[in-house]
């Protein structure tokens, strides 16, 4: 999930706005993800977990946008992003 998706509860629409590390329990970070409804627009912060639970993926984040997390970059390039070699 990145920055720029929407997701619903079935009810109202809501864009992710951003995603938070903070402190957590016993030295486990805690990730909080932000999103805005787009109906009241009144934001909320949601664990993950409820996440999965209570939303489903409307439209994913744009293309055009830089990943927010590294987990999310492709190490393998594109296959045009390659350079051709020619023959002398």
């Known amino acids: 999930m990145q920055v720029g998706a929407y997701i619903t509860d079935g ?3 809501y864009e992710v706005t951003g995603m938070q590390r903070g402190p957590g329990v ?3 970070s805690t990730v909080r993800i932000t999103v805005e409804n787009c109906r009241n627009l009144r934001w909320l912060e949601f664990l993950p977990d409820k996440i999965r639970i209570a939303f489903e993926l409307v439209r994913a984040a744009p293309v055009g ?3 927010d997390v ?3 970059i492709s ?3 594109a296959p045009a992003a ?3 070699q020619r023959a002398a």
């Open 11 to 13: 009810i109202d629409l």
């Open 26 to 28: 016993m030295g486990m």
């Open 65 to 67: 946008r830089c990943p």
């Open 70 to 72: 590294l987990e999310d």
């Open 75 to 77: 190490w393998v390039p």
């Open 82 to 84: 390659l350079p051709q």
